[in-house]
Nanobody, 125 residues
Framework: QVPLVESGGGLVQAGGSLRLSCSAS????????VAWFRQAPGKDREFVAA????????YSADSMKGRFAISRDSAKNTVYLQMNSLKPEDTAVYYC??????????????????WGQGTQVTVSS
């Protein structure tokens, strides 16, 4: 069973918006932090944003600040990624990742233990 489940991806025109959702397959988040990463064809996996679930503190890639925002709904056990002003270069598979332990980097994919299967985001020009 995949520990995390993403939804909300799809095809959108440049300048449009999408909101991705990440939920725990068991229904309850038991993570210290949850992050979004993305991977475009032929490229390395790239950090997008992360959130510490207890405090709501957020961390974002500089290149996406002002366009992307991560948030959480504790009652719904869901983490969101709101993406605005989308560009064709945002086209990628977007993954949700979780880490239960403290420490490590918010920005490194290697420091996350649990992953979803990803959701495709395609931005047309």
């Amino acid at each position: 069973q995949v520990p995390l489940v993403e939804s909300g991806g799809g095809l959108v025109q440049a300048g449009g918006s999408l909101r991705l959702s990440c939920s725990a397959s068991g229904g309850t988040f038991s993570y210290n932090r949850v992050a979004w990463f993305r991977q475009a064809p032929g490229k390395d996996r790239e950090f997008v944003a992360a959130i510490r679930l207890s405090s709501g503190s957020t961390y974002s890639a500089d290149s996406m600040k002002g366009r992307f925002a991560i948030s959480r709904d504790s009652a719904k056990n869901t983490v969101y990624l709101q993406m605005n002003s989308l560009k064709p270069e945002d086209t990628a598979v977007y993954y949700c990742a979780g880490r239960r332990g403290l420490g490590g980097s918010y920005y490194r994919s290697d420091d996350y233990d649990y992953w979803g299967q990803g959701t495709q985001v395609t931005v047309s020009s």
